[in-house]
T-cell receptor, first 115, second 114 residues
Framework: DTGVSQDPRHKITKRGQNVTFRCDPI?????LYWYRQTLGQGPEFLTY????????KSRLLSDRFSAERPKGSFSTLEIQRTEQGDSAMYLC?????????????FGPGTRLTVL | AQSVTQLGSHVSVSEGALVLLRCNYS??????LFWYVQYPNQGLQLLLK??????LVKGINGFEAEFKKSETSFHLTKPSAHMSDAAEYFC????????????FGRGTSLIVHP
């Protein structure tokens, strides 16, 4: 078990460009979450998958954001036409059990800077 | 609806002193409560969690937290701070209402002085 991994760790892009991030969860985990974290804030929920099904999406997730988990394993988060306000740390987490007390295991995050 | 309030965005202590990080929550159902730690440029790591049963919960690295229903609090403590404890700490309340999404507080930055 190598933990949750995210790629890339850092991304610098120009406003208007598209970016895609990848998350590889712990292999036996069926739940996968994406969060956004800005300086001085806690993680803000973006979206959640159970296996390949996207079950919840935050109102924070505008039409420019899309996430997939095609085979119920890794997930991608794409941001189209990036804006400076998209600059943040994007965190991925996964969990195994189905209960409310499930511990989430977080990846190291992808730091996005939009110039 | 649920929410978390962490009092104090920064807490500064001397090495060897007591650490107290405050967390108050609001939840419409019996809460599940979590404390996570985040070191620079890393993801969050679970310190401890409360689900049911014993209200004093012990976690990793010598931290513990006590669930007080009457005060809707879940404060994090450690008897003696180490320099390595310097990090960001997040309190979270577990999901409810059919959702599996916890709600995180804004975090408290712990600064440890030699």
């Amino acid at each position: 078990d190598t933990g949750v991994s995210q790629d890339p760790r850092h991304k610098i892009t120009k406003r208007g460009q598209n970016v895609t991030f990848r998350c590889d969860p712990i292999s036996e985990h069926n739940r996968l979450y994406w969060y956004r974290q800005t300086l001085g804030q806690g993680p803000e929920f973006l979206t959640y998958f159970q296996n390949e099904a996207q079950l919840e999406k935050s109102r924070l997730l505008s039409d420019r954001f899309s996430a997939e988990r095609p085979k119920g394993s890794f997930s991608t988060l794409e941001i189209q036409r990036t804006e400076q306000g998209d600059s943040a740390m994007y965190l991925c987490a996964s969990s195994a059990t189905s209960g409310r007390a499930s511990e989430q295991f977080f990846g190291p995050g992808t730091r996005l800077t939009v110039l | 609806a649920q929410s978390v309030t962490q009092l104090g965005s920064h807490v500064s202590v001397s090495e060897g002193a007591l650490v107290l990080l405050r967390c108050n929550y609001s939840s419409s159902v019996p809460p599940y409560l979590f404390w996570y730690v985040q070191y620079p440029n890393q993801g969050l790591q679970l310190l401890l969690k409360y689900t049911t049963g014993a209200t004093l919960v012990k976690g990793i690295n010598g931290f513990e937290a006590e669930f007080k229903k009457s005060e809707t609090s879940f404060h994090l403590t450690k008897p003696s701070a180490h320099m390595s404890d310097a990090a960001e700490y997040f309190c979270a309340v577990g999901p409810s209402g059919g959702s599996y999404i916890p709600t995180f507080g804004r975090g408290t930055s712990l600064i440890v002085h030699p």
